[in-house]
């Protein structure tokens, strides 16, 4: 009997014993291809040998020494790397210990930024509905995730909700994407007016939508727009990009693609790879300025933030994504992986959507491609697809409630940086058969007619 308090009290886990590669091992001696990097975090693969060494080193030289006392010469050196690789006038660092820490740190900071700036009446948060933002109150507070929020919303914080910019279910018949990015945007400037332009802080928004919809990219300029919109009324922009950043997309950061630099942007799972627990949030030069010019101090911080394990795991990490070339690797694979993901699934009957950037992909799965209607939620499409999956030895991050917090199934998937052409092959092979087995008796599996609505 086991004394840990597990995710979901009825399952049995496997237990993890080893991993190397792409490929997890558990204490039965099966293998696994990690095809979701857990949840979109192990970039390098398992037993990265360059991330083990520099882990060894720095645990000789200095383990822990907190923040309010000493840097260390790796947080440092971690810093610069991050301040030199992001866009823009992002070029300072605040160190946490993972994604939903990330959020809490960026609302803080938004919110003291316009104490420090004189505008203190500034108090609300704009977010989206069906994002995740962290577990964590303030963070739950952000995300729009109906099922995560429900039980927990008397003790959060109050926030409004726009609609994500979601072309597969939001963009309407024969509209055009710049006619629907311009639509998606005006919700936000909507919001702010009706808000009031200056009681507003921030509008946060993952830039690829990742475990609440299923690796779903903002359509043609919608940043840009939102860029403009949030500039007009002083409001600023904060992107999560937990999931997606880091090179997730190909891009160090998913918003390069869309030419947008926000005023803060957090990042956590890629930038250790799953090595140690780690998170930052990078901030514009004015916000420093802000603080620098105003009271000298963030008023937050926690005992962990910066541990030099952590910043030597994120260091050693990012160097090998460069050293490697990766991104590069990260695109022709991310294209190979479409395009294998269309060949078995895009005329498959119940497979509504392909989308995606990079080696960040999600299938959305529907009873009926035409109304494009969900299955029955009392199916758990999602749950079987994961069982099929890991029986197969795949992992994959498949989740439910996809269309509004409690109905739709979606499938994520975000292999290491590090994989090949053939595992690709053998991942979606994989993918195929666990959904074909985790259908409904009864559902079709003849081809449908139209091809996939479209490409993300
Ligand atoms: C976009 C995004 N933000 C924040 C978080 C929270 O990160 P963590 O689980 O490390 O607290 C997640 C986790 O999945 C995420 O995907």
Redesign the pocket.
């Known amino acids: 009997m086991t004394h840990i308090l597990h995710r979901n009290i009825a399952s049995t886990l496997p237990v993890a014993v080893g991993g190397q590669g792409i490929n997890l091992i558990d204490a039965d001696g099966r293998s696994y291809i990690d095809a979701s990097g857990g949840?979109?975090v192990s970039c390098l693969g398992h037993g990265h040998a360059t991330v083990i060494a520099a882990l060894h080193s720095q645990l000789d030289a200095i383990a822990y020494a907190h923040t309010s006392f000493f840097t260390t010469e790796v947080a440092e050196r971690l810093a610069d790397r991050l301040a030199q690789d992001a866009p823009g006038n992002l070029d300072h660092v605040y160190f946490v210990s993972?994604?939903?820490?990330?959020?809490e740190a960026a609302l803080k900071m938004a919110r003291q930024y316009f104490v420090e700036k004189g505008e203190p009446q500034r108090r609300h948060i704009i977010a989206r509905r069906q994002?995740?933002?962290?577990?964590?109150l303030g963070?739950l507070a952000a995300g729009g995730n109906e099922w995560r929020r429900r039980q927990f919303k008397p003790l959060l914080i109050e926030t409004h909700h726009i609609d994500p910019c979601y072309a597969y279910r939001l963009q309407r018949v024969g509209e055009s994407d710049q006619a629907y990015a311009a639509r998606s945007a005006q919700l936000l400037e909507d919001q702010i007016l009706t808000l009031g332009p200056d009681t507003v802080i921030a509008f946060v928004a993952?830039t690829v939508v990742?475990?609440t919809l299923g690796a779903v990219p903002p359509v043609a300029d919608y940043l840009q727009r939102v860029r403009r919109i949030c500039d007009r009324y002083g409001v600023l922009l904060i992107l999560?990009?937990?999931?997606?950043g880091m090179g997730r997309t190909g891009r160090l950061y998913a918003c390069e693609e869309d030419g947008v630099v926000p005023d803060l942007v957090?990042i956590?799972?890629g930038l250790g790879g799953g090595y140690q627990?780690t998170?930052a949030v990078l901030l514009g030069s004015h916000i420093f300025e802000a603080f620098r010019q105003g009271s000298g101090f963030f008023q937050h911080g926690h005992t962990f933030m910066g541990h030099p394990m952590a910043a030597a795991a994120a260091l050693a990490v990012q160097e090998t994504i460069h050293r490697d070339g990766l991104l590069a690797n990260v695109v022709a694979m991310g294209e190979l992986l479409d395009l294998r993901l269309r060949e078995r699934l895009g005329h498959h009957a119940h497979v509504g959507d392909i989308r995606g950037r990079g080696l960040f992909r999600g299938v959305e799965l529907v009873m009926d491609r035409g109304t494009k209607a969900p299955f029955d939620p009392l199916h758990k499409l999602h749950a079987r697809i994961k069982a099929e999956a890991m029986a197969r030895g795949l992992m994959v991050y498949p989740t439910g409630g996809t269309v509004d917090g409690l109905i739709g199934d979606h499938i994520l998937i975000a292999p290491p940086f590090i994989v090949n052409g053939a595992q690709i092959g053998m991942i979606v092979d994989r993918l195929g058969d666990a959904i074909d087995a985790a259908l409904p008796v009864g559902a079709s599996l003849d081809p449908g007619v139209a091809a996939v609505s479209r490409n993300g």
């Open positions: 949840a979109a993972g994604g939903s820490e990330a959020i994002s995740y933002h962290g577990n964590t963070a993952e990742g475990a999560d990009e937990v999931m997606c957090t956590a799972k627990p998170g």
